[in-house]
């Protein structure tokens, strides 16, 4: 089973200020099959990227995705007060568990 | 718009059953696979499983940790997807979402609000 590990686990900055978040996979994963979500509190997620970096309907293009084989990058090229969530990666292999999401970063105000 | 509402949740006792539905409008629920996905108070997200459209033959896939307890299931002419939950367990305490895969695309576009399942005596 793939394992997806995201870093940092906390991310802190401020609006205006660029972030980049990682997801890394055990093993490779085919761009096709790696998307991001966003996550506010007590909402549930929203889909930001797919196919590794295709934004999906709606979503600002100041999110950009990118990466191949094991390493995928998420970046907000300048943050908004609304950006600030939880992300999580995820991808789609084979059993014993067809979608595995990552841990999930968070994404806090400095 | 396309809407996902889940209803049926609330509180079960461990080994006791459940079954939580959702309840689609807004697109042509039955060309499109179905996914449960869940999350713990606190935790992150997790897979529960998924049915394939009717077109491709209305299949299910479940992940290790629900598989033998867990069953999903559709009524396409109602538009609504099922989960059927037995022999509940406290971990499986969570939030459960339904969510719409893309068009033969290996990603969720659409999910619902949620709702909560307490697995406790």
């Known amino acids: 089973e793939i394992v997806l590990t995201q870093s940092p686990g906390t991310l802190s900055l401020s609006p205006g200020e660029r972030a980049t978040l990682s997801c890394r996979a055990s093993?490779?994963?085919?761009?096709?099959?790696l998307a991001w979500y966003q996550q506010k509190p007590d909402q549930a997620p929203r889909l930001l990227i797919y196919g590794a970096s295709s934004r999906a309907t709606g979503i600002p293009d100041r999110f950009s995705g990118s990466g191949s084989g094991t390493d995928f990058t998420l970046t907000i090229s300048r943050l908004e007060p609304e950006d600030f969530a939880v992300y999580y990666c995820q991808q789609y292999g084979s059993s014993p568990s067809m979608y595995t999401f990552g841990q999930g970063t968070k994404l806090e105000i400095k | 718009e396309v809407q996902l509402v889940e209803s049926g949740g609330g509180l079960v006792q461990p080994g006791r059953s459940l079954r939580i539905s959702c309840t689609a409008s807004?697109?042509?629920?039955?060309?499109?696979?179905m996914s449960w996905v869940r999350q713990a108070p606190g935790k992150g997200l997790e897979w529960v499983g998924f049915?394939?459209?009717?077109?491709?033959?209305?299949?299910?896939e479940y992940a290790a940790s629900v598989k033998g307890r867990f069953t999903i299931s559709r009524d396409d002419s109602k538009s609504i997807a099922y989960l059927q939950m037995n022999s509940l367990k406290t971990e499986d305490t969570a939030v459960y979402y339904c969510?719409?895969?893309?068009?033969?695309?290996?990603?969720?576009?659409?999910w619902g609000q949620g709702t909560l399942v307490t697995v406790s005596s």
């Open positions: 807004g697109f042509t629920f039955g060309d499109y696979a």
């Open positions: 049915i394939r459209s009717k077109a491709y033959g209305g299949t299910t």
């Open positions: 093993q490779s994963v085919s761009s096709r099959f």
């Open positions: 969510t719409r895969e893309g068009w033969l695309q290996p990603y969720f576009d659409y």
